[in-house]
């Protein structure tokens, strides 16, 4: 398992939390700062196969805002599946 702190402003938070909830993670902390233009950190712990992917979809969420920083924590046991594709795919094997 890893901590994961998240650094985003205020307007982003929903989407980074659904992100984090969705990869099998717990929220520790949230707070905001309004000395840092509303700037909102969020940490979590999470299994550090949730953390796959994740920076990609964090940046594109947030618009490339984003602050994520990892920090391992320790073994912990299976935290069930995480899902890893929110669209299907389609593959041809013949033309028509």
């Known amino acids: ?15 980074c939390v659904d992100l984090l909830g969705s990869r099998c993670g717990q929220m520790i902390d ?10 909102t950190t969020i940490k979590y712990r999470l299994p550090t196969r949730g953390l ?4 990609n979809h964090m940046l594109t969420a947030t618009k490339g805002t ?25 593959t041809a094997f013949a033309t028509g």
């Open 52 to 55: 796959l992917g994740l920076r």
């Open 66 to 90: 984003a602050v994520l920083n990892t920090l391992f924590d320790g073994y912990d046991d299976w935290t069930g599946e995480i899902k890893t594709r929110e669209n299907g795919s389609l």
């Open 1 to 15: 398992f890893e901590v994961a702190v998240v650094e985003c402003p205020e307007e982003y938070t929903g989407a």
């Open 30 to 39: 949230m707070n905001t700062s309004e000395l840092n233009g509303g700037t």
